[in-house]
């Protein structure tokens, strides 16, 4: 950033970090510990649905990169799609390394400004559902806590006390405004 833009106020956009993805299951083995919040196995990648060829050969190019392994495609309420991913609860690396390997498949393929974030779930003993949300255009992430789904009721307690727990492990998005609700989101 150079001193005009301090000088008007411009600051420099961040960037996607998708390494970030890394740190998950360091943030997991913190939140189990720490708030008995175990891996659901699921992950996902939630972008804007590009239609056509080029989409459809993406989607068999991913089914190579994960072995085989074909990823549901769900499209949410508000016409977003979601590439979901399950593995078993315990191998979270294996399930970052692929929600990686997705991500840069879509980006390298000129998908990136579709890219909206990309979710681990997670749930408590009591069934209290969470997700580490990574905002793919802020490089940060945040959790999500739904407690209704129907009434969009959200546990925000959870959500700060999980902010404070793995703000080591994981870059956490600061502005909270930005901590948007991610409803019906897979993994929860």
């Known amino acids: ?58 989607k068999d190019e991913i089914t190579t990169l994960l072995g ?4 549901d495609e769900v499209t949410d309420d508000y016409g977003y799609t979601w590439l979901v991913l399950q593995r078993d609860p315990a191998r979270m690396s294996e399930l970052c390394t692929d929600l990686h390997a997705v991500n840069s498949t879509l980006e390298s393929n000129g998908f990136g400004p579709s890219l909206l974030c990309t979710t681990i779930g997670l749930r408590s003993d ?8 990574y905002l793919y255009k802020r490089g940060t992430f945040y959790p999500f806590a739904p407690v209704d789904s129907a009434s969009q009721r959200r546990d925000n307690a959870l959500e700060l006390q999980v902010r404070a727990l793995v703000g080591g492990d994981l870059a956490i998005e600061s502005d909270v405004s930005r901590w948007f609700p991610v409803w019906g989101a897979p993994g929860l």
Do not use: I
């Not at 510990?33 to 590009?50: D, E, K, L």
């Not at 085989?68 to 990823?71: A, I, K, R, T, Y």
């Not at 009591?126 to 949300?133: F, S």
């Open 1 to 58: 950033m150079g001193f005009l833009d301090a000088l008007f106020g411009r600051s420099k956009q961040a960037q996607p970090n998708l390494d970030a993805l890394f740190a998950l299951p360091t943030a997991a083995l913190t939140l189990e510990a720490s708030a008995q919040m175990h891996p659901t196995g699921v992950g996902a990648v939630c972008f804007r649905q590009v239609e056509g060829g080029p989409f459809a050969r993406l």
């Open 68 to 71: 085989g392994s074909q990823p």
């Open 126 to 133: 009591e069934g209290q559902g969470l997700a580490l949300v």
